[in-house]
């Protein structure tokens, strides 16, 4: 009896065994699949933004490549300067477009007027601005004949590149077969060539893709970061030290941090209609200006800085104050001289984070005017101006083939600013982040 209870209780062990030993196998497989998961998640996200980025770069990269043609300019004294005085008013105003004219007219026959549009189309309406300010730098060019590289036009641009199949009918192509010649011996005459377009960089908004540039977003891009920065960054930190240093803790402390939590969750459209109610509409500052665009960025960026702020401010330990105050320092001299220093590694990890968000923004500056085109490059926070992400929504919406690559290309410009943004703030935590 005893042995056949002996042999029973063996057995029980042994389905015990094998169901606990079964039991462990299910989770260990489960946390196999688990993980499984994670790792596709991950690899998905990776391969969405690598088809992304991809996308746009091969859309973009051909507009930092622009198309040249080269021309013998006479640049003709009776055209430019016909009273002989230099004059740089009678200079400025003469017609040079006559002179890229009468250039190609002698390089190639043409017979009616058909025919001569089709070939001006060749080169850029920006033509005549070029000899312009190459006569006005050096007025001893007048009289004289120079080999002059002139850039082309935005459909030769495209067909250049290979965008434009010379085998479609002529009816189905913007560009007709009598240009395609004319194209096919300037290219053989090596007085067809890409270059990198510096004028990308270099000039403002334009109707025509070609002279079409991004110098005015930059540059109305840095004064609204700069005012966003000079007006978010002091009061944001005051706010945080008066908050988690100073302020009673009472249900009118805990309101205001409810509020300012719920601001940071606010749809950024609703700060640019509390913008143009308050500081268009009320204050009368002037539309579409970098002053009015860094004032609403600034309270949309004020959540996130405050939030960061105070994260960073409770990173300190609190025997860093226990020790200052115990040494006599007063709370003030505590917080200035102990505390700040220590959090503001932080502080500024979370101001770069909120000045990126604030680059990319485009819907609150929409709703101030920032949307208009300018064409100037702007000279200060007064003047009309434009930031990158309105640029490329503008570009966007406008239907020629070479806008489509300045579209993208300015998408690169943002997410290379944004990127660099963003690895700026993780240098500065991860060079001055203290373990305690």
């Known amino acids: 009896m ?12 042994k389905d015990t065994t094998a169901i606990i030993r079964a039991g462990i196998r299910r989770r260990h497989a489960a946390e196999r699949r688990f993980k499984l998961y994670g790792l596709t998640a991950i690899c998905l996200g990776l391969l969405f933004v690598a088809f992304l980025f991809a996308d746009i770069v091969l859309k973009g990269y051909p507009a930092f490549q622009q198309t040249y043609l080269r021309l013998s300019i006479y640049f003709d004294p009776d055209v430019i300067d ?11 105003r003469a017609d040079y477009d006559a002179l890229w004219k009468d250039a190609l007219k002698a390089r190639f026959t043409v017979e009616g007027r058909r ?13 005549g601005f070029q000899l312009r300010r190459m006569v006005l730098e050096d007025p001893s060019l007048i009289g004289t004949t120079q080999e002059v590289w002139l850039l082309a036009d935005d459909e030769v641009d495209t067909f250049v590149k290979g965008y434009i199949d010379r085998e479609v009918l002529e009816a189905d192509r913007p560009i007709k077969d009598n240009q395609i010649a004319w194209i096919d011996q300037l290219i053989e005459a090596g007085d067809l060539e890409t270059r990198f377009n510096t004028l990308f960089f270099t000039n403002g908004d334009s109707r025509e893709p070609e002279l079409a540039g991004i110098q005015g977003a930059l540059i109305g891009s840095f004064f609204t970061l700069l005012i966003t920065l000079s007006l978010s960054f002091p009061i944001g930190v005051a706010t945080a030290v008066y908050l988690e240093e100073f302020a009673p803790n009472n249900k009118w402390s805990d309101l205001i941090e409810v509020n300012i939590n719920n601001l940071a969750a606010v749809p950024s459209i609703v700060f640019g209609l509390l913008g143009l109610a308050v500081f268009i509409n009320f204050f009368g500052l002037p539309r579409s200006t970098p002053l009015v665009g860094g004032l ?4 949309m960026t004020l959540p996130t800085i405050i939030i960061a702020s105070r994260a960073a401010l409770k990173a300190v330990p609190p025997s860093i104050r226990e020790a200052a105050l115990g040494m006599g320092a007063s709370r003030q001299q505590m917080v200035t001289h102990h505390v700040l220093p220590l959090a503001m590694p932080g502080m500024l990890t979370g101001t770069i984070i909120g000045m990126a968000q604030a680059l990319g923004e485009t819907a609150p500056l929409l709703m101030i005017g920032m949307i208009a085109f300018i064409v100037d490059v702007p000279d200060g926070p ?22 489509v690559a300045r579209t993208s290309a300015a998408i690169m410009v943002l997410l290379g600013f944004l990127i660099v943004m963003n690895a ?10 203290r373990r305690w």
């Open 2 to 13: 005893s042995s056949q209870n002996a042999t029973l209780a063996k057995s029980a062990r």
């Open 82 to 92: 016909p009273t002989g005085a230099r004059d740089p008013q009678t200079l400025s």
């Open 115 to 127: 025919e001569r549009r089709a070939l001006y189309t060749l080169v850029s309406s920006g033509a």
């Open 296 to 299: 609403v960025l600034t309270l």
């Open 382 to 403: 007064l003047e009309p101006a434009t930031v990158l992400p309105v640029q490329i929504f503008l570009w966007s919406d406008l239907p020629e083939r070479a806008f």
């Open 424 to 433: 700026l703030a993780v240098i500065l935590r991860k060079r001055f982040e």
